[in-house]
């Protein structure tokens, strides 16, 4: 078969989660499928770098997504086209979508009205997609619930994490470098994601400022790591309101390379989103053998499972004691770090090629 899948919009430089996602599916797949022909649509020719056996497509309209292609240069020329951003275009073979979540639709309001109105518009394309892949069975389930689609038509293929997030030991050098670009204390508290409200950063910083205020341990920091989405002023306003500016370290985005060390030197990864359609960090985090502190809602119990600690992220004070908890225990966070690097491992960018080559195949049986 022919597979065209479209990266244009999210194989950019500074990447961000579908755009890891698009990333490592298309790496895997072209290292475990060789009976495929894979091309990829791109904005530039040479957005990041892609496994030189995988064909390139590029055109200055690719990202203007809602347009339909460019019929001449495309018709016939492929069986398949997947989508890994949502919304698909209009195409003449078989179409894959993959919806990571509808948060656009259950919690609008951490959405800009701009994607609420865009994935609004053009659910009818989503709807009318051959297959859907999603990440998660909760996500699997909203898709079916929302959009009024059937339960065969959704598979659940799971993300995976890169075998570069492991447990390390440190040289002195490693450490130095990343301590001295973003001043990191011996002790922090790591996150790890885009800045704004979905990821319940405000309830994090009082349960932190709860913790600090309990323990009186002032070489302990709170590092948040990750780009500002929007709507973040409230969060820096409240940083000012508890007087915490000197607790709290905000990196920026994070290049691929530093996120293993980062996640290594953590005394914990503490992830209170709101929703998340699946969470990659939690899941790099416990590759890194790290203690994961998460959400109880949404994903999160399915990716975390049983190795990490689940609180209510509408309650402060159960945030605030299981940071307490792994603070305070090593033991505690030593039995974590065990567990989390078991559940770790059941998650895998090749398995989620391989569930992926699935979905492309059912499509062929359904000629």
């Given at each position: 078969?022919?597979?065209?899948?479209?990266?244009?919009?999210?194989?950019?430089r500074?990447?961000?989660?579908?755009?890891?996602?698009?990333y490592?599916?298309?790496?895997?797949?072209?290292?475990i499928?060789?009976?495929?022909e894979?091309?990829?649509?791109?904005?530039?020719?040479?957005p990041?770098?892609?496994?030189?056996n995988i064909?390139?497509i590029q055109?200055?309209?690719?990202?203007?997504?809602?347009?339909?292609?460019d019929?001449?240069?495309?018709?016939g020329?492929?069986?398949i086209?997947?989508?890994?951003?949502?919304?698909?275009?209009v195409?003449d073979g078989?179409?894959?979508?993959?919806?990571?979540?509808?948060s656009?639709?259950?919690y609008?309001q951490?959405h800009?009205?701009?994607?609420?109105?865009?994935?609004?518009?053009?659910?009818?394309?989503?709807?009318?997609?051959?297959?859907?892949?999603?990440?998660?069975?909760n996500a699997?389930?909203?898709?079916?619930?929302?959009?009024?689609?059937p339960?065969?038509?959704?598979?659940v293929?799971?993300?995976?994490?890169?075998?570069?997030f492991?447990?390390?030991?440190?040289?002195n050098?490693?450490?130095s470098i990343?301590?001295e670009?973003?001043?990191?204390?011996?002790?922090?508290?790591l996150?790890?994601?885009?800045?704004?409200?979905?990821?319940n950063l405000?309830?994090l910083?009082?349960?932190?400022?709860q913790?600090k205020?309990?323990?009186?341990?002032?070489?302990?920091?709170l590092?948040?790591?990750?780009a500002k989405?929007?709507?973040?002023?409230d969060?820096?306003?409240?940083?000012?309101?508890?007087k915490?500016?000197q607790?709290?370290?905000?990196?920026?985005?994070?290049p691929?390379?530093?996120?293993p060390?980062l996640?290594?030197?953590?005394?914990?990864f503490?992830?209170?989103?709101?929703?998340?359609g699946?969470?990659?960090?939690p899941?790099?985090?416990?590759?890194?053998g790290v203690?994961?502190?998460?959400?109880?809602?949404?994903?999160l119990?399915?990716?975390?499972?049983?190795?990490?600690?689940?609180?209510?992220?509408n309650?402060?004070?159960?945030?605030?004691d299981?940071?307490?908890?792994?603070?305070?225990?090593?033991?505690?966070?030593?039995?974590m770090?065990?567990?989390?690097?078991?559940?770790?491992?059941?998650?895998?960018?090749?398995?989620c090629?391989?569930?992926?080559?699935?979905?492309y195949k059912?499509c062929?049986?359904?000629?």
């Open positions: 078969m022919r597979i065209l899948i479209d990266g244009s919009r999210v194989l950019i500074n990447k961000a989660g579908i755009g890891h996602y698009t490592e599916l298309i790496k895997h797949l072209s290292m499928d060789h009976g495929n894979y091309t990829i649509l791109v904005s530039t020719k040479n990041i770098d892609l496994p030189q064909r390139r055109s200055k309209k690719w990202n203007l997504r809602y347009i339909p292609f019929v001449e240069r495309i018709k020329k492929f069986h086209y997947h989508e890994p951003n949502y919304i698909p275009r195409f078989k179409i894959i979508v993959t919806i990571h979540d509808m656009y639709r259950l609008p951490y800009p009205y701009r994607r609420i109105a865009l994935l609004r518009f053009f659910e009818h394309r989503m709807r009318a997609a051959d297959k859907i892949i999603t990440v998660s069975y699997k389930k909203e898709i079916m619930d929302i959009l009024k689609v339960e065969e038509k959704v598979s293929v799971y993300n995976g994490v890169s075998k570069r492991k447990p390390m030991k440190l040289s050098e490693q450490k990343i301590t670009v973003y001043n990191l204390p011996e002790q922090f508290l996150y790890i994601g885009t800045i704004e409200p979905r990821k405000v309830r910083l009082e349960a932190f400022h913790v205020s309990e323990l009186n341990i002032k070489e302990l920091k590092v948040l790591g990750g989405g929007w709507l973040y002023e969060i820096f306003d409240r940083i000012r309101d508890l915490l500016e607790d709290i370290i905000i990196t920026g985005y994070l691929d390379e530093q996120l060390i996640y290594n030197m953590a005394l914990a503490v992830y209170p989103s709101l929703y998340e699946f969470g990659i960090p899941l790099e985090a416990m590759a890194c203690p994961v502190i998460g959400s109880n809602v949404s994903s119990p399915e990716i975390i499972g049983e190795a990490g600690i689940l609180i209510d992220p309650e402060v004070n159960d945030l605030s299981a940071i307490f908890r792994v603070v305070t225990s090593v033991e505690l966070r030593q039995s770090s065990q567990r989390g690097l078991v559940q770790a491992g059941k998650f895998s960018w090749d398995d090629a391989r569930g992926t080559l699935l979905v059912s062929e049986r359904d000629e």
